[in-house]
């Protein structure tokens, strides 16, 4: 009698691929270690509401983008996978555009430049070559989600801390006072940070959480030398 070895499925949510998802998050982050996506990052940072929305539109660009693309890699010409992930990107993003302009399109007015420049992320098109090309629909899927979380992380921080001292609100919502009527903080004397919601400050402040982060793993400071 031969003997057959079955090889055992690995678990959607095993070890190695709940790594995918949070690998990213922290040290191999796609800004702060990778240094990708950096244009927006220091562009639409200065409201938290544009850097959810942002965040979300990445997201959901890279985790459907690995999908498609992981199910059509074994029938993609080697010449033109490129303008295939491009067109793929350019799909979603449209996708993505439309949805913002029906439900909110005072954001999108504001973000619609950086919408379509989504189609050219490095993050996203590194992630389709990289990664998309190579493995299964659900890793490729897992991969994608925590790219984009990673990079929507990095937004969310940056934003928050722009708009709460540059303008001393979240989300539009006043958190430290009224600077007319002096209540709150600004009533002890607290004045906005202006420069907060200079592009500059963006820079500054991601400077700032890169830092954090390779202070605290040193592995990254090795691997830059």
């Known amino acids: 009698m031969a003997d057959t070895k ?11 691929n709940l790594g995918l998802v949070k690998d990213p998050l922290a040290d191999n982050n796609p800004i702060t270690v990778q240094v990708l996506g950096i244009c927006s990052a ?26 498609v693309i992981s199910l059509m890699r074994n029938i993609i010409p080697n010449s033109i996978r490129i303008i295939t992930q491009l067109v793929v990107a350019a799909t979603l993003v449209i996708l993505v555009d439309l949805t913002l302009k029906a439900f909110v399109p005072d954001l999108a007015k504001k973000l ?11 993050i996203i098109m590194g992630r389709f ?16 989600i925590g790219n984009g979380l990673g990079y929507g992380v990095i937004l969310v921080i940056v934003g928050f801390f722009r708009e709460l001292l540059g303008s001393g609100k979240l989300f539009g919502i ?14 002890l004397g607290y004045e906005n940070n202006g420069f907060m919601l200079l592009a500059p400050m963006a820079l500054i402040t991601l400077g700032l959480i890169i830092g954090f982060q390779r202070s605290r793993n040193k592995s990254l400071i090795e691997e830059t030398h």
């Not at 009224?178 to 903080?185: A, F, R, S, Y």
């Open 42 to 67: 220091l562009a639409i940072t200065a409201e938290l509401k544009a850097s959810v929305i942002m965040a979300l539109s990445v997201i959901f660009v890279t985790a459907m983008g690995n999908v």
């Open 112 to 122: 619609s430049v950086f919408i379509g420049l989504i189609i050219t992320n490095c």
């Open 174 to 187: 006043e958190i430290l006072g009224n600077p007319v009527d002096k209540t709150g903080l600004y009533a």
């Open 6 to 16: 079955t090889k055992e499925k690995e678990p959607l949510f095993s070890k190695k």
């Open 129 to 144: 070559e990289a990664f998309a090309l190579g493995n299964t629909p659900w890793k490729s899927f897992l991969d994608g």
